[in-house]
């Protein structure tokens, strides 16, 4: 089961909107809506801000959205801060007995 | 608040057998419904999911993995716990403990990682 494909880097300055695309099969993010998307800063646990596609968490901030198109997801980040940097990684539930898998992860730069 | 916690052996030799435990506060390693999950990071890659274990010990494991991998519970401990036998050079990663909740298809707490490397 291949890694679903995220840029590797995107950059933008405080106050601007990106949009980050995690592009898998018609086997992962094109046949389910299962796919959620994470933000890490180094040396800190992972953190859950998107999950089924679109649904942020409790307390997760509403510049964080997600929504998906055949089989590429995407994560918007609007009105970016600098707290914001960090690296973001999609993933999606995958038929067959893998399970589980995830992209290649995007840095954020907030310049 | 959920909580995870990894520790385990850093420095590995090549043959050798990983053993890494995941310690959860703040629930029960035993309630209904949680998923206790292990997954990785590459140097450089993405992350790889390794496997997990239910609440009452059914375990699903990675394919790619699973002739080496066991998940296991101790509930005593409230504690989770991964062997991954016979290392090599690939499998030198950050291993991180998570939880899924039944139903959902998603990670939703996850600890700090621990960085395991493998030399001879």
């Known amino acids: 089961q291949s890694a679903l494909t995220q840029p590797a880097s995107v950059s933008e300055s405080p106050g601007q909107s990106i949009t980050i695309s995690c592009t898998g099969t018609n086997s992962d993010v094109g046949a389910y809506n299962y796919v959620s998307w994470y933000q890490h800063h180094p040396a800190k646990a992972p953190k859950l801000i998107i999950y089924d596609v679109y649904n942020r968490p409790s307390g997760v901030s509403n510049r964080f959205s997600g929504s998906k198109s055949g089989n590429t997801a995407s994560l918007t980040i609007s009105g970016l801060q600098a707290e914001d940097e960090a690296e973001y990684y999609c993933s999606s539930y995958v038929s067959g007995s893998t399970l589980y898998v995830f992209g290649t992860g995007t840095k954020v730069t907030v310049l | 608040q959920v909580q995870l916690q990894e520790s385990g052996p850093g420095l590995l030799k090549p043959s050798q057998t990983l053993s890494l435990t995941c310690t959860v506060s703040g629930g029960s390693i035993s309630s209904d419904g949680n998923y206790w999950t292990w997954i990785r990071q590459h140097p450089g890659r993405g992350l790889e999911w390794i496997g997990y274990i239910s609440y009452s010990g059914i375990t699903y494991y990675n394919p790619s993995l699973k002739s080496r991998v066991t998940i296991s519970l101790d509930t005593s401990k409230n504690q989770f716990s991964l062997k991954l036998n016979s290392v090599t050079a690939a499998d030198t990663a950050v291993y991180y403990c998570?939880?899924?909740?039944?139903?959902?298809?998603?990670?939703?707490?996850w600890g700090q990682g621990t960085q395991v490397t493998v030399s001879s």
């Open positions: 998570a939880r899924r909740e039944r139903g959902k298809y998603n990670f939703d707490y």
